[in-house]
């Protein structure tokens, strides 16, 4: 199916091709591959988000590119893609924890958080109007001791995860991670994947200031990023530091 | 008729073709087809219903690949296609099933609970600015001792069937069906029937975590999933595992 | 008037052609064509509903290929063309009915509940954002000890008749209508009239299972179904039964 | 102005053609001459509706053929064209005769009733979102003990007349009104007038069956048909029954 | 700009083309030159309008070629152009009247009932989804013992005129007025101006059924219609009649 | 860029064409092209406006050629372009003056006045179904003893002016104004040279009824219009009168 | 991807492109470069804010070309592009900022502010019938001490930033921002480097009357205008002015 017979199924978000497929959503997939990649590690005492924050200007402050947000004392989220559509849905989420805590009196469940925003994307994808989220959310955080970590897509299907990428060279990191994940990881070696599956796709190595990481671990159930010393000392640690 | 008098038609969901087809309805068939299949089987003491979940990383929950899902105590949903879609109409069964206990209070029938989720389907057939719903569902339950077993399709129309298939693959399976299905069959026969027709598409076997299987038996009322052994040592009785 | 020129009068529902047709209603009646049959006879002393339904496999439920309904205690509908639309007039069909024994305390009349379904279907031929149904309906029942058969077309047109077929092969059924049909039938020759037609467009003939018929009598006011049992007396007594 | 010009104005209902047409309006005039004829004639002592009703069938109801219809004890109404679009503007036209005896105490006159139609009609020719009606109505009926005789157009414009013909074969059956038209005619030769001016354009005569006649006379300010019996006596007399 | 060019500005109602121009306003300018003639002349003691009303048929009612219409007792309004929009414009003149009169006790101004009219006018060539009014209208009336005559055009711009023509022939009458009117005349004197200005542009002559004036003299304050022997007697006077 | 190119962006209003443009807002500009001038001149003792109303005929009334107008006693509003609009902005700001007074209790700032109406017109440039307006403003006025002169464009941008034109022959009148405009000049210099720069234009000469000008001095903070004596005393003063 | 390709993707704004980007969006930030460049730096005392206002005529006030605002006592905003898209943008972030003070009686946050920006523009990237803003924001001020700098883009995204340039010659100023900015710098030595970047772009020079500065500074947490004369001593110091 070449040229003219395809763009007269993209233009319209609501509808079928002829194959069945969305064009729209599959195109908002690329959005997300536009982006810098970020990778999720589920090991047995906690969640890892990691994401590369590339800054095309010195004078960008690092931390204005948002990549690793927290939703709630024990849920953070990843992001690759579209930045100004990943901070609509960051909303809802927070949103959604949020209420859960007013009407239950209780901390919301990392899957039901999901499940909200994959709801949400998918009207995005059904009605006219619209366009469809140009970003894929990793979602990871403790319910009941458990550690979980979920992936959100611009079609609006959740999927759980021991570990994931998403983003620019997602197909490569995934498969790093396939070759080097072990359930038996603790939350240090979740690290330590992480940042070496990141550092797989960067020929100049990683600098503290390009990486956003953060942990949820079982037994404090809260989320915390690492400052950028913490970051270095892991970068000479693993020996994955560039040579600026 | 084709190419540019094709697209005509098919670029808005809510016209007819001049042979009286909706081409719409037709594409959201082939997202159908797009899915993995799944099987349900009614026998004389209950319904199976049965889904192969193939997981595209072996870092993935299977678990969290959503094909099988309980809608009341004695209601389960199979579903083939696209995932989202499957979710929403899954809400709308299972808010249907809760308010018919509020407003009865009693469960819901089979039959009023598929023609609920048929009628809603069918809305998104007739009014603009919203396409169809690119998945079929299969609705297995008992009502009144009963074992009910229905089939929902993108245009809206409810079909009950003694055994049926959704789907890729869909021709072989139900032509498998037809072959095999005997109306004595008992509950773990169906179980056994669904998985071989599974299998019969799949080349390469199948494995425990790749098959997802419910039953709703006569006597219990109740959807119950086969955990991974259960299915592990079916497959293995039936001689249907594959190598890994 | 062919190819291009046709399709600008033909994507949106709302507009007439330049000899004042409106093709999408046209296409829809096409709709209807790609239905089987059904058949209404009005006799002095009742009505007789019949239809075909054909099932893609021996294993779908018969009683789901849902053809003729029940509106009321004395009135009946058979219907031809899509499925799911059919669905919608029927149920609008029933409120009416329904709201009509709660205002004025007395079954509705079938003209009036015929007309309230036409009114229905013309609106959806005349204003933007929607495309017409796919459908065509026989109303028939009993009202001030008369019986009635109206049907109802996809521009909302109604008609009232003494025979009459609608679906496929619509033109050769009515032939067998006009030819065959007399005003001094009793309903038992009504009953044989519609087997008869539907037999005509069939070449291997008519098995119970494939057809549904109903009756309303002038006596009892009452919609009745006949079951399998009294069809297949009924295709032997005519010798209407095909090999299977 | 020749095919593609044209149609960049035809497909949108409420726009002007370079030189100042509505297409749109131009083409559901069409309609209303696709439909067979009717006919008023004004005399002094009354006014006649008269409409020929052709049946694809001679098993359908000829009275189902809607053609002529009492809106109120003093005011009738004859269409052409689209059936099922008449059936609407009846229903306005029946709606404001009894608003007016509600709010007024008094019977519509014929002019406002007929103004509040072609009020609804012109709207349906400037909004979008919606086609004109392809129908036009004749309106006759006694007011202050004055016979009224009003046409209304697709483009909502009304006319009042002696004697004028719409639907098929307009223009022939209007030369002969206005030929044989003369204003000292009483109800009767009003009468012998419209069956004559409908059998100029029928070469095979006219039948009993195939005729709706009305009369609303000045002394019993009343709407009243004629019976299939009167008709046939009438059409022996003028020597216009067919051979049939 | 010619053709393909020009097509893509005017199919949108709320858009300007590259000069700065709304060609759908323009357009309905033609449909104002597609109705027949009215006149208007403003004398030291009242207005005169005049019309032509062709009639197309002999059995036709002149008085229901609604070309001249009393909005209030002191204002009238002659029309050309699309007859069914004038209706509406001219329910709006009369809706304003009306409201002035009850907020404020007096007669509404003849400069205002103007301008809300064409404030009316103005939103249909700017708001999507609708097309202009394709009428002129020229307003004239008595207020503060003052004669006052104005223009409303399809842009919904007021004009003030001494003598001006709208419709069929405007600018040939606009020259004939240009060159005759003088700001001595009388109402009588402006009466035979406009009928000679509508004889200017009849080859056949005028005759008295076919032609509609009014006049609203200062002293009286009064809105009149001449009759049918008014006219004639001045076309006999004036020597205008036609040959029948 | 060129002919099907540039189409594709401004048929929409809403869209950016990819060098960043909005093509229906420069079309808007254009329309005021179409207009004649108007010209504003800011002194230290007041602010004048002036503008050029030709007539189309002699019979037409000059004050119905509405290109000045008062919006509260100490703000006036010259116009160019299309009228229909120019009077929608003008009750705009005519409402917004009354608010101001009934708010405040004090007359509204003549910038704050520009502002609003600027902020009005961006809405049309910028929300879909809807076209910019065609007309740019002159907004003069007195506010804390302070002379103010603003212009508002179809983009919705507030700019002030010492001495501004606007309208046909822009480019033209600006430069004359950027030649002959000096801060020391009191409000009678500024009245000559508003007539001087129209008149640069004018091959003719001007004549006292077809230039419209109103000062708004700051010592009487009052709007007033030049009668047609005073014009007319001006233009021979200045030697600037045509022929006639 | 070339012609007819984009084109079909760069019409609507809420869809993707195969490539996963939004074009409206990309032809936005064009818009934004059709401005006169803005600059922002921070320096540990304070932030500075300026702007490049070049003026059409001499005629023009100077002060009402907009580029440099104040939003609350402690944060001003610089913009670059669509001026009337600015002004809306810069209502909405003051309407934020007086709401923050009554809702928790304290000054808002430079980040909170800017966020709720950059929310409202994403939302006129997605839903359909309106185009994205055509203008970026540098957004400065005071909150905790903290001096703080961020960009809004039109894709609705937010920057934090030590210095930067936004609109017309983007690239060439960014690079001597990087080349020259220090952390160590004071708030004059960024007002020297603000006016050094803008200069530097500028072959003519800069003049006082066509350069807007502001500086928010840590200790007065105070917006301030530098007149025009104190920008002349600087431009004079800094040996940056032109030629006139």
Known sequence: MQGNDQQAYDRGITIFSPDGRLYQVEYAREAVKRGTASVGVRTADGVVLAADRHARSPLIERDSIEKIHEIDDHVGVASAGHVADARQLIDVARRQAQVNRLRYDEPASVESL???????????????????????????????????????????????????????????????????????????????????????????????????????????????????????????????????
Request: hydrophobic share 35%; glycine share 12%.
């Open 114 to 244: 999901t499940k909200e925003v994959t709801d949400y994307i998918q009207q995005y994808t059904q009605t006219g109007g619209a366009r469809p989220f140009g970003v894929a959310l990793l979602v990871g955080g403790i319910k009941d001791g458990e550690p979980r970590l979920f992936e959100t897509d611009p079609s609006g299907t959740p999927y759980e995860w021991q570990a994931v990428a998403i983003g620019g060279s997602r197909e490569e990191i995934q498969n790093f991670l396939e070759d080097e994940y072990t359930e038996e990881m603790d939350l240090e070696g979740g690290v330590e994947l992480a940042l070496r599956a990141l550092e797989s796709v960067n020929d100049d190595g990683l600098d503290a200031s390009g990486v956003d990481i953060a942990t949820i671990d079982v037994e404090s159930k809260q989320f915390g990023k690492l400052d950028e010393d913490e970051v270095s000392a892991r970068l000479d640690e693993f020996e994955l530091g560039g040579e600026n």
